[in-house]
């Protein structure tokens, strides 16, 4: 489990270059994950051995010049409540606005810890402009570029050393960790209270004071796990929040911290722009997932079948499309016991250990029947393969040449494992490396 670390500003400060330079930094080196990361403004880093969550803000912010105060205040009021640390970052050519100081003024009340990021600051000429910022209220400030990333280094290591402890596992959490999350509205409480069997969870619109996701331990039908609720986050009456924003912001933390994700849909509303952005969140941080169509006694039958549904769903999922979806009613009980077998059965998958023999035996062999295509006149030569040691399915290919093998191929290789070995639910990683 990560801390959250919000970055924050107006716009045009540069908050997006730092957030991509933060990113960027563990992303080239340790998360060369095939396909496209869908979202832009959530990403991991890593500095001295630690890692963090980094949440910008700014790419969330949508809307005309009028709209954008209300907007970042929003954001700012929303990072003040989920993240454990928040980057505010301004810019020294414009010196302080109206806006920076509107901002400061919601940061000055708050206990988290706060740095103060100015930016674009690289001369020595505007080392003594950055002076002004003191005049925030906010104590010391970092000069940064985060262009070149100069200054950021200083800013990284005071960041590390204010990120509170987070606290250690205990043996309750080594239990499997099955995490319910959606927009709001889909369902979650409603499936929640079927599956135990007791109104537990009241569902109503008051602003709660619970910060973290709910556990429940579950033990019926022979199954025994903690159930993660992120309904049971603080939902916020007077505030009508950008939605995306907010599940997003919400959804990481309890995502980070599960096995499996159960993503929950409203059949009635389709698999929408919320609904994708916490799948590649889950994708991204390679989990088990597990997709319930609720509502689902509401739908019109004739209008779309199930089969109908499902095809629409999956090519919106592509590339990742071997993922199980179940339609369910939380309301009339409908398929929850298949949809809690599934679960189980992804989270099995996730932790499945193929034999280097076994895999060998196999992959080589079709590789030998379908060779990467030669590139250049060379041929790519794969003489050796192995499931790695990992908590999640990675698989390594030994090869001569491992630059030429692209994409497509790797692509294919994992069609093929999944065709042979059940990986249902489950992303794969596969790294080319030179035998």
């Not at 301004?90 to 810890?113: H, S, Y």
């Not at 990481?252 to 911290?257: K, L």
Request: charged share 30%; aromatic share 10%.
């Amino acid at each position: 489990m990560n801390n959250i670390v919000a970055i924050v500003g107006r716009p045009n400060v540069g908050k997006s270059t730092f957030f991509n330079r933060l990113i960027q930094r563990r992303e080239a080196i340790v998360d060369s994950v095939s396909g496209v990361t869908r979202d832009r403004n959530y990403g991991k880093s890593e500095w001295n051995g630690k890692e963090f969550s980094v949440i910008d803000t700014g790419g969330y912010i949508k809307g005309s010049d009028d709209v954008f105060e209300a907007e970042i205040r929003r954001q700012v009021e929303l990072a003040i409540d989920e993240a454990d640390a928040i980057i505010f970052v301004v810019d020294v050519e414009e010196g302080i606005t109206p806006m920076d100081a509107e901002v400061a003024k919601l940061l000055r009340k708050v206990t988290k810890p706060i740095l103060l990021a100015v930016n674009k600051v690289d001369n020595a000429m505007r080392e003594k402009d950055a002076i002004e910022f003191y005049n925030l209220g906010l104590g010391d400030y970092f000069t940064i570029a985060s262009i070149s990333g100069s200054g950021t280094g200083d800013l990284l290591d005071k960041l590390v050393e204010v990120l509170p402890e987070l606290p250690e596992t205990s043996e309750e959490e080594a239990l499997p960790r099955f995490c319910v999350v959606g927009r709001p509205n889909a369902g979650k409480s409603s499936f929640i209270n079927a599956l135990i069997g007791e109104d537990r969870y009241i569902v109503t619109d008051i602003a709660g004071t619970t910060r973290d996701a709910i556990d429940t331990k579950y033990n019926r039908f022979g199954f025994e796990f903690n159930l993660v609720d992120t309904a049971g986050i603080r939902r916020k009456a007077k505030v009508k929040e950008d939605l995306e924003f907010y599940s997003v912001m919400r959804s990481v933390r309890a995502i980070e911290h599960s096995d499996v994700i159960i993503l929950l849909i409203d059949a009635t509303r389709g698999f929408e722009g919320q609904d994708q952005s916490i799948f590649w969140l889950a994708e991204k941080n390679r989990k088990g997932i597990v997709i319930l169509v609720n509502k689902w006694d509401l739908v019109e039958k004739d209008t779309m079948s199930t089969r109908d549904y499902e095809v629409k769903i999956r090519e919106q999922l592509q590339p990742f499309t071997d993922v199980p979806i179940i339609f369910i009613s939380a309301l009339t009980k409908q398929r929850l016991l298949k949809a809690l077998e599934e679960t189980v059965k992804v989270f099995e998958n996730r932790k499945q250990r193929i034999s280097t023999s076994k895999f060998n035996d196999f992959m080589l062999k079709l590789i030998e029947a379908y060779p990467p295509p030669a590139l250049k006149g060379k041929y790519v030569k794969i003489k050796y393969c192995m499931q790695l040691p990992t908590p999640t399915p990675q698989f390594v290919f030994f090869a001569n040449l491992p630059q030429y093998v692209k994409e497509p191929y790797k692509r294919f290789l994992e069609n093929k494992i999944r065709e042979n070995w059940d990986f249902s639910g489950v992303p794969i990683d596969i790294y080319i490396r030179e035998k």
